[in-house]
């Protein structure tokens, strides 16, 4: 009971922060609102995809090798990330002291994996739900954790501006 209720505030939140951040557009003619920039097919939908997936390589690279100031070139300075059972972390400076923390838990030679599952949303904002998958050095999972972002467009670059995070169950 306790997960459906949480899974729909998270479904409700991001539901209105999607959206209350996209860009809008007035009908002169009957003054209704619409998002604009929305991607028309399934095709942009795709190359948007793409796009995430390339960012969250060159993070799961920089994360395997505790290169943390590439993994923060893709957060926004105001980031917020939400975590289950742990303090919301609110701009860079918080990352920046919990990844020295999770640094320590996951060495150098750990490899990290990120699945991109879906996105949605337009060229200028995405949501995407994927999961990490951490493995020691034999190439066993030893975590995994769920997460759902929202990526903004600025100034030609995808950054990262909310992040929500459960961790899967334990498998070690």
């Known amino acids: 009971m306790k997960k459906v209720t949480l899974l729909s505030v998270f479904i409700y939140f991001f539901s209105i ?4 951040c996209g860009s809008a557009a007035t009908n002169s003619q009957n003054g209704v609102q619409s998002v604009a920039n929305l991607p028309t097919d399934q095709n ?3 190359e948007l995809k793409s796009e995430i997936k390339a960012i969250n390589t060159i993070r799961a690279v920089a994360a395997s090798s505790n290169d943390l100031l590439t993994i923060l070139d893709y957060y926004a300075d105001d980031i917020v990330c939400i975590r289950e059972k742990k303090q919301t972390l609110i701009g860079k400076d918080e990352v920046i002291n919990d990844s020295e923390t999770w640094f320590e838990k996951y060495q150098e030679g750990y490899g990290v994996i990120f699945e991109t599952a879906e996105v949605f949303g337009s060229n200028q904002l995405l949501t995407e739900i994927g999961k ?3 493995k020691d050095k034999r190439g066993i999972i ?3 954790i769920n997460y759902m972002a929202i990526w903004k467009k600025t100034e ?6 909310r992040e929500i995070k459960n961790f899967g169950p334990d498998v070690t």
Request: proline fraction near 0%; charged fraction near 20%.
């Open 17 to 20: 922060l999607n959206l209350g």
């Open 44 to 46: 942009e939908l795709d």
């Open 132 to 134: 990490m998958i951490i």
């Open 142 to 144: 030893i975590d995994t």
């Open 156 to 161: 030609g670059k995808w950054l990262c501006i």
